[in-house]
C-alpha cells in the first residue's frame, strides 16, 4: 500500500497542500492514504506525521513529495527511514534534493546509504576538529595535530564509495585521512566490510547501510 505525507509550515492560509497533494495522488496514492500537517519541521510532534507512521505496515511505502518535507533535522530523517527500513516499510523522495531515494529499489537503498554516511562522516569530521582544537589549546607548542583513524561514519562511507568503480582509492584515502593499508584493512576492493569493519561496527553499535536496509 502506498500512503503520502504532507507539510506546510503556516496553517494561515498563506501556504497550501495542493501541489504535494497532486504529485501524490498521480503517483497511485489515494486520497484517505494522504496525511498532513500545518507545522514547522523542527517540531519535535507532528500530529499527522505520527498518525501516518502508526498506520504504515510491513510491505507499505511512504511517499513524500520533498525530502524536507518528512525530517526536522537530518538526525531525524536517516532515524525515521531506518526504523520504516526495519519494518519492511519502503520510503520514496518524489522530486527535488534526494529524489533519488527509493528504498524499495537497490540503486535508491545505495543512494540513501551514500547520503545517511556523508551525513555521519560530516558530523565525524567537526568532532574530530573540535577535538583537535581542544588537544592543540592544552598543549600549545606541541607539533602534530589529532591522529587519524577509521571511525564508523569512516568505515560506513568508504564502505558506499568502493562500490562504485569510478572512485579512486588515493582520492578516498585523503579524504578519509587514512592510508591505503588503514583502507583495506577495514574494506575491500569490492566495498565489502573485511573482519575489522565489521568490528568496528559491532563495538560502536552501527549498522552497515547499504546492506541494512530491508529489501
Known amino acids: 500500500m502506498l500512503?503520502?505525507?504532507?507539510?506546510v509550515s503556516?496553517?494561515?492560509g498563506s501556504q497550501v497542500l495542493d501541489l504535494q497533494r497532486d504529485a501524490l495522488l498521480q503517483v497511485g496514492i489515494l486520497p484517505e492514504?494522504?496525511?498532513e500537517d500545518f507545522a514547522s519541521g523542527t517540531k519535535d510532534e507532528r500530529q499527522g506525521l505520527m498518525t501516518c507512521l502508526k498506520a504504515l505496515r510491513e510491505g507499505d511505502t511512504l511517499i513524500v513529495w520533498k525530502l524536507d518535507r518528512l525530517g526536522r533535522n537530518l538526525r531525524h530523517l536517516i532515524n525515521t527511514?531506518?526504523?520504516l527500513s526495519s519494518k519492511g516499510i519502503g520510503f520514496k523522495v518524489l522530486t527535488g534534493q534526494g529524489a533519488q531515494i527509493d528504498t524499495t529499489t537497490s540503486q535508491g537503498k545505495l543512494v540513501f546509504g551514500i547520503f545517511a554516511?556523508?551525513?555521519?562522516?560530516?558530523?565525524?569530521?567537526i568532532s574530530e576538529r573540535t577535538k583537535a582544537g581542544l588537544a592543540s589549546a592544552r598543549a600549545r607548542g606541541r607539533t602534530g595535530g589529532a591522529s587519524f583513524k577509521m571511525t564508523p561514519a569512516k568505515v560506513r562511507l568508504a564502505?558506499?564509495?568502493m562500490q562504485h568503480p569510478e572512485t579512486?582509492?588515493?582520492d578516498l584515502c585523503k579524504e578519509l585521512g587514512v592510508t591505503r593499508q588503514t583502507l583495506y584493512r577495514y574494506v575491500s576492493p569490492e566495498g565489502g566490510l573485511r573482519e575489522s569493519g565489521h568490528k568496528l561496527l559491532k563495538i560502536s553499535n552501527q549498522v552497515y547501510?547499504?546492506?541494512s536496509i530491508s529489501t
Open 3 to 7: 500512503m503520502g505525507y504532507m507539510r
Open 10 to 12: 503556516k496553517a494561515d
Open 33 to 35: 492514504h494522504l496525511y
Open 81 to 83: 527511514v531506518y526504523d
Open 117 to 125: 554516511a556523508l551525513a555521519e562522516f560530516e558530523r565525524d569530521l
Open 159 to 161: 564502505a558506499a564509495s
Open 168 to 170: 579512486k582509492v588515493s
Open 209 to 211: 547501510v547499504p546492506n
